[in-house]
């Protein structure tokens, strides 16, 4: 009888101790998990003011978003979200979630910011596989080079221009790597192809 009481009271307190456990993961998980969304949502937000001065939206971008449907133009077979900028109630410009597929070493993430008038004001790429040194120049940590979108719109570089200089376009290439430049090159006029087919439907938002 000994030893079974021995087991009962054993079990007993390792079913406490299994719920006090559980318990403590529980609070733990509560009082982090909006400091962990805190963070990412500030992290977001910075990533967006970087690409779109924060002089010239008044909404929280983080919570005005539109689903796309899947087109080629934006580099997925899935929907796609966009973050819509307001100012006064309208549609000051809209921040795409699109993709760059065909990198050297895999599709590229990017965000792309264009304005009401077309006018891309910024990118960058947000997640990548390229050969360190060679196409991870996309980063703007690496390199300045994704600074060469801003400002651009098909008033101002032709459709010709939109290519990397060895294409017969203005926008440089690496040494040692085209493919990757290319591809982002293709994506951000793609993603401007795509909002100026789209704009009145964008902007009525």
Excluded: C
Aim: proline share 4%.
């Amino acid at each position: 009888m000994n030893i079974f009481t021995s087991i009962r009271q054993n079990s007993i307190g390792l079913g406490i101790f299994a719920v006090m456990t559980a318990g403590l993961i529980a609070l733990t998980h509560q009082f982090t998990e909006q400091t962990i969304q805190d963070n990412i949502v500030e992290a977001q937000l910075s990533a967006f003011n970087e690409i779109l001065p924060p002089e010239r939206y008044d909404n929280n971008l983080a919570e005005d978003t539109v689903m796309l449907p899947a087109n080629p133009l934006l580099g997925s077979s899935e929907p796609v979200k966009a973050y819509v900028a307001r100012n006064d109630g309208d549609v000051e410009a809209l921040i795409f979630e699109t993709v760059a597929p065909g990198g050297y070493n895999g599709n590229l993430d990017l965000l792309v910011a264009i304005d009401r008038n077309s006018v891309v004001t910024g990118a960058r790429v947000i997640s990548h596989k390229e050969t360190p040194g060679l196409g991870d120049k996309v980063d703007l940590q690496k390199s300045s080079w994704i600074l060469s979108f801003s400002g651009k719109s098909f008033e101002n570089t032709s459709m010709q221009a939109w290519n990397v200089k060895k294409d017969g376009g203005e926008f440089d290439q690496f040494t040692g790597a085209t493919i990757t430049p290319r591809a982002v090159v293709r994506a951000v006029k793609n993603t401007l192809i795509y909002f100026n087919e789209n704009k009145d439907a964008l902007l009525s938002r």
